[in-house]
């Protein structure tokens, strides 16, 4: 996603949440709330995928859509608590530190519930890369966490940052969940000789997951040799 995309789409999302935005501040509402209030909608979300493991059966995937628009309603909260900040003039040191813990709860627990659904499924190398992918996406935040405490800037470096990994998965676990109710739960390609089908239904939130698996630890690399470049010319410009 280029920056000009990005940030376009940004500005078109704060247009139309200023009014909420402006209604927040008037009534007290502070951004470490509303990051609070993503990490309980993050907790639904792995809840639905628990609760989909646990009680429908292996072909159903409404639960995995129910799952990533309750995602995407997490990943809003992420845009909004950051937006407040900056009209509301709260804005502070303690708030930056709270919201990065808890985005890191909040992405944990959501994998926790995504895992949770593909090994009760039996979707165990899908398990693995969902696994991979926690790990890429808590290391790209790792990166640019502790690249910055050094006075690095590593916003713009790499693919997969926080937005695009939860419209990746919210948006991939609802195209799941269409195409199980209008083609099929069932629905398999398969090829002869091949211990697995080429493609099912659930291939639709899978396959993103392994994406998200490469793409993610690439960019955490990718800022780690970016941020031991820009280390090395401040000390040859010592």
């Given at each position: 996603m280029?920056?000009?995309?990005?940030?376009?789409?940004?500005?078109?999302?704060y247009?139309?949440?200023?009014?909420?935005?402006?209604?927040?501040?008037?009534?007290?509402?502070?951004?470490?709330?509303?990051?609070?209030?993503?990490?309980?909608?993050?907790?639904?979300?792995?809840?639905?995928?628990?609760?989909?493991a646990?009680?429908?059966?292996?072909?159903?995937?409404?639960?995995?859509?129910?799952?990533?628009?309750?995602?995407?309603?997490?990943?809003?909260?992420?845009?909004?608590?950051?937006?407040?900040?900056?009209v509301?003039h709260?804005?502070?040191?303690?708030?930056?530190?709270?919201?990065?813990?808890?985005?890191?709860?909040?992405?944990?627990?959501?994998?926790?519930?995504?895992?949770?659904?593909?090994?009760?499924?039996?979707?165990?190398?899908?398990?693995?890369?969902?696994?991979?992918?926690?790990?890429?996406?808590?290391?790209?935040?790792?990166?640019?966490?502790?690249?910055?405490?050094?006075?690095?800037?590593?916003?713009?470096?790499?693919l997969?940052?926080?937005?695009?990994?939860?419209?990746?998965?919210?948006?991939?676990?609802?195209?799941?969940?269409?195409?199980?109710?209008?083609?099929?739960?069932?629905?398999?390609?398969?090829?002869?000789?091949?211990?697995?089908?080429?493609?099912?239904?659930?291939?639709?939130?899978?396959?993103?997951?392994?994406?998200?698996?490469?793409?993610?630890?690439?960019?955490?690399?990718?800022?780690?040799?970016?941020?031991?470049?820009?280390?090395?010319?401040?000390?040859?410009?010592?």
């Amino acid at each position: 996603m280029s920056a000009g995309w990005k940030n376009n789409g940004q500005q078109l999302v704060y247009t139309v949440l200023n009014p909420l935005i402006q209604l927040m501040v008037r009534t007290g509402v502070t951004p470490n709330m509303i990051t609070f209030l993503g990490l309980l909608i993050n907790v639904a979300a792995s809840a639905m995928f628990i609760y989909g493991a646990e009680r429908s059966v292996r072909d159903d995937h409404s639960t995995v859509a129910i799952g990533g628009v309750i995602i995407l309603l997490a990943g809003l909260m992420d845009m909004v608590d950051g937006r407040l900040a900056r009209v509301g003039h709260m804005e502070s040191k303690y708030g930056a530190l709270f919201d990065s813990v808890l985005d890191r709860y909040s992405e944990m627990v959501m994998f926790l519930g995504i895992c949770y659904y593909l090994v009760e499924n039996q979707y165990f190398l899908s398990s693995l890369f969902a696994f991979i992918a926690m790990i890429g996406s808590i290391m790209v935040s790792y990166v640019r966490s502790r690249a910055e405490g050094l006075g690095l800037k590593m916003a713009d470096v790499g693919l997969m940052q926080r937005p695009e990994r939860i419209i990746l998965i919210g948006s991939s676990a609802i195209a799941c969940g269409l195409f199980s109710v209008f083609v099929g739960g069932d629905f398999k390609i398969t090829v002869p000789g091949m211990e697995f089908p080429l493609f099912e239904t659930i291939t639709i939130f899978t396959f993103p997951l392994f994406i998200l698996a490469i793409l993610a630890n690439i960019t955490a690399w990718n800022r780690l040799k970016k941020a031991e470049e820009m280390l090395m010319q401040e000390e040859f410009a010592k």
